[in-house]
Nanobody, 125 residues
């Protein structure tokens, strides 16, 4: 299973970007897909995730109300719409998929077994 992330770029503060993450290479039972980010010198942190069977979204407090995660079952793709971007959103964004994680661990990077390559998001002030 491979995850291909795309859609990063550079925008001014207040701008928008949409990230995509497509799963390919085989079938797997995924319980959730999520987005994490890592800024230089910082640990990887949870951004958003979606419980695949129900489409229920989960967000970090720092992005609630600005970011929206949704999925397209037919395309095996998850999207992250990012609006009202701030300089502190600058990071490498990674998508992840988990086949055996439980709901209470949806915000934990170690709960995910598959990771994409990362895409850079830069927000200038």
């Amino acid at each position: 299973v491979q995850l291909q992330a795309s859609g990063g770029g550079s925008v001014p503060a207040g701008g928008s970007l949409r990230l995509s993450c497509a799963a390919s290479g085989g079938t797997f039972s995924r319980r959730a897909m999520g987005w994490f980010r890592q800024a230089p010198g910082k640990e990887r942190e949870f951004v958003a995730a979606i419980w695949w069977s129900t489409g229920t979204p989960f967000y970090a407090d720092s992005v609630q109300g600005r970011f929206t995660i949704h999925r397209d079952n037919a395309k095996n793709t998850v999207y992250l719409q990012m609006n009202s971007l701030k300089p502190e959103d600058t990071a490498v964004y990674y998508c992840a998929a988990g086949g055996s994680l439980i709901l209470s661990s949806i915000r934990i990077p170690g709960a995910y077994g598959y990771w994409g390559q990362g895409t850079q998001v830069t927000v200038s002030s």
